[in-house]
């Protein structure tokens, strides 16, 4: 079954396009990580499951639903970890914020309170529990963002950047947390920059560059089936295939003349 289908994706943003005819595939129970330089297009990609602006043209389907004309029922199975993690409630608390979240969801009271505390337990966020939002750090934030969407424990998650600002223990969890969802057969996209946090979590990428897709592979094969076009050796890192096809032919030696 496929959990994500993006057909033909085209988003501009007044004359100047940003996506061009994106196409992407994710199957039910994989970790996909799609991964690009700054400004390659994988926040627009995100926003634009996410419902948060009309695209130009495609086609986005979520469990064989289609995005615009079901709306609600792709909602209910899909979380997203944004990238900009300010905009929660500042004027809720913790656990209000998870409470508020439930009952959106449909949770009923004894099931929101029970998950709520292993929540704030797992991300060792307790003591802030009863603590605004606006007193919360990035990471902080980060947490409670993923805590609202574990609770109501929907089938695709993805996550722009969930590794971004992140101290290193934090990072650990999140990856094991990563693993642990694989195993209950949850689907993950995850966004990044940061290719060696993508590379073993992942079963497959696909590297993002101008809006377009150039590059994808299951992950496991990455280092035993592609060659450096000028050294004919195996890349021996993902970091090493997006350097060779996203530099552009960019000169390394060139300095800022007067450092
Ligand atoms: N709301 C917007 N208005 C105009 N341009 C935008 C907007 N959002 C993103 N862009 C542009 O779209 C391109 C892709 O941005 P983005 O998707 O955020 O990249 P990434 O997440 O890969 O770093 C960038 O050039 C960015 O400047
Ligand atoms: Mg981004």
């Known amino acids: 079954m496929i959990a994500l289908r993006i057909q033909s994706l085209r988003k501009s943003f007044g004359n100047r396009v940003v996506l061009y005819n994106l196409e992407l595939e994710i199957n039910k129970g994989q970790i996909f990580g799609l991964i690009g ?73 004894a099931t929101i309170k029970t998950r709520t505390y292993e929540l704030f337990e797992y991300f060792n966020l307790d003591i802030f529990r009863w603590k605004s939002i606006s007193e919360y750090s990035k990471g902080m934030r980060k947490k409670l963002a993923l805590a609202s969407i574990l609770l109501y424990n929907p089938d695709l998650i993805i996550m722009d950047e969930p590794f971004d600002g992140l101290d290193t223990l934090t990072v650990k969890k999140i990856k094991e947390l990563i693993k642990a969802l694989k195993k209950n057969n949850k689907t993950i996209l995850i966004t990044s920059h940061i290719l060696s946090y993508i590379e073993d979590v992942t079963d497959e990428v696909a590297i993002i560059n101008n809006g377009k897709i150039i590059f994808k592979s299951p992950t496991n094969e990455l280092r035993t089936k592609f060659r450096n076009s000028v050294t004919n050796e195996y890349y021996e890192s993902l970091e090493e295939i997006f350097l060779d096809l996203t530099s552009n032919g960019e000169d390394d030696e060139k300095m800022i003349g007067w450092l």
């Open 37 to 109: 330089p700054n400004g390659a297009g994988k926040t627009t990609t995100i926003n634009c499951i996410a419902g948060l602006f009309n695209f130009d043209s495609g086609k986005i389907e979520i469990f064989g639903r289609d995005l615009i004309t079901d709306r609600i029922e792709v909602k209910k199975n899909l979380g997203i970890l944004f990238e900009n993690t300010e905009s929660l409630f500042e004027y809720l608390n913790g656990e209000e914020q998870l409470q508020f979240v439930g009952e959106i969801y449909g949770l009923d009271k």
